[in-house]
């Protein structure tokens, strides 16, 4: 199976190493690793901010009551 394919079943955790290393290969990686990672950066992003659409969002944060003390 090929990476591509793969994509929507990683962790969030390995999907963020994942496009890490795609990163640093698309700046210091040979010709082809360069292409790859050009053609696999749009696919992680899609995913990333597919699954950032889809996550709850978060309520805000109340700040604690403070008492005043004698």
């Known amino acids: ?40 950066m749009p696919l992680i992003d899609a995913e990333l901010s597919e699954r950032k659409s889809r996550a709850p969002a978060k309520a805000p944060r109340k700040a604690p009551i403070r008492t005043r003390r004698a």
């Open 1 to 40: 199976m090929a990476i591509d394919e793969r994509i929507a079943g990683y962790t969030d955790k390995e999907l963020a190493t994942l496009r890490e290393n795609v990163e640093r290969l698309a700046l210091t990686g040979s010709a082809m690793q360069k292409a790859e990672a050009a053609r696999l």
